[in-house]
Nanobody, 127 residues
Framework: QVQLVESGGGLVQTGDSLRLSCAASGRTFSSYAMGWFRQAPGQEREFVAAIDWTGGTTYYGDSVKGRFTISRHNAKNTMYLQMNSLKPEDTAVYYC????????????????????WGQGTQVTVSS
């Protein structure tokens, strides 16, 4: 099973952009379906975006659709989340998650669909 480490979080202003990275250890990353979730204080973990093992299929939560882009580079064992037009309500701890190895086709939107998680990275958007 891979281990996941997020990076790229920080403090930005409304309208700014930020790119998160999720680096995976191990040799089976390319067989994992991957996703991003976020959790704000006092709130439940929220689905943000998901991508299948090929990178050819993606899916987004309604609150980020059109602003965020998920992608992956299997040769680099890395997944990304490009976040544009950031809003204060995007403030949260962002977690990357993996389902695998050999997840099969498809994307997954429930936290319980994933079996490995990173430690999270804080994103704070000031107004």
């Amino acid at each position: 099973q891979v281990q996941l480490v997020e990076s790229g979080g920080g403090l930005v202003q409304t309208g700014d952009s930020l790119r998160l990275s999720c680096a995976a250890s191990g040799r089976t990353f390319s067989s994992y379906a991957m996703g991003w979730f976020r959790q704000a204080p006092g709130q439940e973990r929220e689905f943000v975006a998901a991508i299948d093992w090929t990178g050819g299929t993606t899916y987004y939560g309604d609150s980020v659709k059109g602003r965020f882009t998920i992608s992956r580079h299997n040769a680099k064992n890395t997944m990304y989340l490009q976040m544009n037009s950031l809003k204060p309500e995007d403030t949260a701890v962002y977690y990357c998650a993996g389902r695998g190895p050999y997840s099969g086709a498809g994307v997954y939107v429930r936290a319980t669909d994933y079996n490995t998680w990173g430690q999270g990275t804080q994103v704070t958007v000031s107004s």
